[in-house]
C-alpha cells in the first residue's frame, strides 16, 4: 500500500425511522471528520440512515422517498471527504440492505449486502433480497471491499475480496449485544483478517432499539490479525486510524456483570428518551428486582426522573417497608407510601357473594398484585411516567407473576435476566457506590401475597430452578437430557410443565432488553395453543 488512507470510524446512536434527523447527525460528523480529524472517508454503520430495524416502516409508500432525499443531502456534504453510509436500497429487482460511497455530491457506489441474517432477533429475509457480487471501492486508488455484518462472518468474503485485489475491509454493522458477541466478533474478524492478510474496520452501531441495545465496540484488526483499535463500549465515538495500522494493542474486556448492566443502562435510557416519557415510576417491595430496577432507572435517566411507590398489604412486613424507603434514600428519589388495604377489601367486598363457599387461594393473592398494578397505571396516566415492571426472567419463565399486577408496565428492565443474575448485577453495582441496601441481598425472596409466603414455597430454589430453564430455554435440550445432568426428574417435570402452560402470560408481558440469544419475545417464540409433548 503506497500511501495511508485515514478512516475516520462513527460509533453513533441513530432513531429507527427519522430519516432526515439521522441524516442531519451524519453531516455534523462529516464535517468534524473533514475539519478537525482530517479523515479521507468517514464510516457510518448499518442502515444508518433508517436506523436498525426500521423493520415494516421499509413498507411505507414514503420511506423510499425520505431515503432518497436524504442521500442527495449527505452526498452534497461528501465534498472533501468521503462518506460511506448503510441505508435500504430500493431497485427495479428488489429490496436490499446496501452501503454506498458518496463522493463530491454523487453516490459513487453502492454495495449490497449478501449474506441476510433470519434467525434470533434477526428478520430481514422478510423485509430484503441478498445482493449477488462482492464489490470494491476506491479511495485514494486504494482498493476496498465492503462488506455489510453477516458479510464478515462468512470465510469466503475475504477470500473473495483478497482475489479481487483488495487491500482492506471496511465493515459496517448493526450487531446487537449479547452477553458472548463481543468475543464472538472479535474471533471471527480476527481470524478473517489473518486468514486473507487483510485489514478489516468494524464499524459497528450504538444504542438501544426496543428489546435490543447496540454496543458499539467498533474496532480495526491489521492485516496479521491483532487488534489495533478499540473503540469504547456503550457511548458514542468518533475515531480516526490509519487502514493497516502496524501497532498492535490489547484491549481488556469489561466483566460479564459490567458489559450486562451498561446494556440495561443504555437500553432503558433510549427507550426512556426516544419515546419521550419524562419520567418513570418503580412499585418498590423492599426486594431485589425492584431494588436493581430503581437503581438502573436512575443510572439511566437520573434521580430526578425517577419515583417509587411503596404499597404494603396486610401481608408486608415491616422490614420491607424499611428497606425500600432505606434504598430511596440511598437512590436519592422521591418516593410515596400508598396502602392497597382500602382497595383491596372493597375487591373483597364486592366479590363477598360470587365467591362464597371457595376457600382463600391464588385468587386472593393475584387480587392484590393486580391492586398495586392499577395504582402504578392510575399514576401513570395522571403524571406522565412510564412504569417500570419489575419481574424478572425467572418468574416470567415458570408464570410466577400476574397479568395485569405485576405484569403490568412499559418495560421491563429485568425480562432476560435470571434471578441469580440478578444478585450478581446488584452486587456489582453496590460495589461502585451502594444504592441497595445489604439486607435486600440476605432476605428470603418473597411476593408477600399471603402470611409467611417464600418464593421457594413454590418454587425450587432459583439456584436449581435457573439451571434447570437455561439448559430448557437457551439450549433447547429435552428433558431426559436435563435429568441425566442430575436434576430432580420431578423438579425437571415441574418446571417444565410450569414454562409450556405460560406462554400466554409471557405474550401478554411488557418488552424488554435482550441480552441472551434465546430471549421471550424476539428471540422465543413459541404457540400458546400447542399439542407437543410437554419437555421433548
Not at 33 to 57: H, M, N, Q, W
Not at 58 to 69: A, S, T
Not at 238 to 252: F, G, R, S, Y
Not at 312 to 332: F, K, V
Request: charged share 25%; net charge negative; with cysteine.
Amino acid at each position: 500500500m503506497s500511501q495511508t488512507l485515514r478512516i475516520i470510524i462513527a460509533q453513533l446512536n441513530f432513531l429507527v425511522g427519522d430519516v432526515l434527523g439521522n441524516a442531519r447527525k451524519m453531516i455534523v460528523n462529516i464535517h468534524k471528520a473533514r475539519d478537525e480529524l482530517k479523515g479521507d472517508v468517514i464510516v457510518f454503520p448499518e442502515l444508518a440512515l433508517t436506523g436498525y430495524s426500521p423493520e415494516d416502516l421499509l413498507l411505507r409508500p414514503g420511506m423510499d422517498k425520505r431515503i432518497r432525499e436524504a442521500l442527495v443531502l449527505l452526498a452534497e456534504e461528501s465534498v472533501g471527504v468521503d462518506v460511506i453510509v448503510g441505508h435500504p436500497d430500493h431497485t427495479e429487482l428488489g429490496r436490499f440492505n446496501a452501503a454506498s460511497l458518496l463522493r463530491n455530491g454523487k453516490v459513487i457506489n453502492t454495495y449490497h449486502k449478501r449474506y441476510l441474517p433470519n434467525a434470533e432477533v434477526f428478520d430481514e429475509k422478510r423485509y430484503f433480497i441478498p445482493g449477488s457480487e462482492t464489490k470494491l471501492i476506491h479511495i485514494k486508488n486504494i482498493p476496498i471491499a465492503l462488506m455489510i455484518c453477516e458479510d464478515i462472518w462468512q470465510p469466503q468474503m475475504g477470500l473473495q475480496a483478497k482475489m479481487m485485489g483488495a487491500q482492506g475491509i471496511i465493515a459496517l454493522n448493526a450487531s446487537p449485544f449479547h452477553i458472548e458477541k463481543v468475543r464472538q466478533r472479535r474471533e471471527i474478524v480476527t481470524e478473517q483478517a489473518k486468514r486473507n492478510g487483510l485489514p478489516i474496520v468494524y464499524v459497528n452501531l450504538i444504542g438501544g432499539q426496543d428489546e435490543l441495545v447496540f454496543d458499539g465496540g467498533s474496532f480495526v484488526v491489521n492485516a496479521k490479525g491483532d487488534i489495533a483499535l478499540q473503540a469504547p463500549f456503550f457511548e458514542e465515538s468518533l475515531m480516526a486510524i490509519e487502514l493497516n495500522p502496524d501497532h498492535k494493542t490489547v484491549p481488556e474486556l469489561p466483566s460479564i456483570e459490567s458489559r450486562i448492566y451498561n446494556a440495561l443502562v443504555l437500553g432503558l435510557r433510549d427507550y426512556i428518551e426516544k419515546n419521550h416519557f419524562k419520567s418513570a415510576i418503580i412499585g418498590l417491595s423492599g426486594g431485589i428486582d425492584s431494588a436493581l430496577t430503581a437503581a438502573i432507572a436512575v443510572d439511566a435517566i437520573g434521580a430526578d426522573r425517577v419515583f417509587g411507590v411503596l404499597m404494603p398489604s396486610r401481608y408486608t412486613r415491616d422490614i420491607s417497608n424499611i428497606d425500600a424507603r432505606a434504598q430511596c434514600e440511598l437512590l436519592n428519589i422521591k418516593y410515596q407510601e400508598i396502602s392497597i388495604e382500602p382497595v383491596f377489601n372493597a375487591f373483597l367486598n364486592v366479590l363477598h357473594e360470587p365467591f362464597q363457599g371457595k376457600s382463600i387461594d391464588s385468587t386472593e393473592e393475584n387480587l392484590q398484585a393486580r391492586c398495586r398494578g392499577m395504582i402504578l397505571m392510575a399514576l401513570s396516566n395522571k403524571f406522565g411516567h412510564i412504569v417500570l415492571a419489575t419481574g424478572n426472567k425467572s418468574e416470567m419463565a415458570v408464570g410466577y407473576s400476574t397479568l395485569y399486577g405485576d405484569l403490568v408496565g412499559g418495560f421491563c428492565v429485568l425480562k432476560d435476566i435470571w434471578k441469580t443474575l440478578v444478585y450478581r448485577l446488584a452486587h456489582y453495582r453496590n460495589e461502585i457506590s451502594q444504592v441497595i441496601p445489604e439486607r435486600i441481598f440476605t432476605r428470603a425472596p418473597s411476593a408477600e401475597l399471603a402470611a409467611d409466603q417464600l418464593d421457594q414455597d413454590s418454587l425450587p430454589d432459583y439456584a436449581i430452578l435457573d439451571q434447570i430453564l437455561s439448559f430448557y430455554i437457551e439450549h433447547d435440550e429435552d428433558k431426559e437430557n436435563i435429568i441425566a445432568r442430575g436434576f430432580d426428574p420431578s423438579v425437571v417435570s415441574k418446571v417444565i410443565q410450569m414454562v409450556n402452560r405460560n406462554e400466554y402470560k409471557r405474550r401478554q408481558a411488557p418488552i424488554g432488553i435482550c441480552i441472551t440469544t434465546r430471549a421471550f419475545g424476539r428471540d422465543r417464540r413459541y404457540p400458546i395453543t400447542s399439542g407437543y409433548e410437554n419437555g421433548t
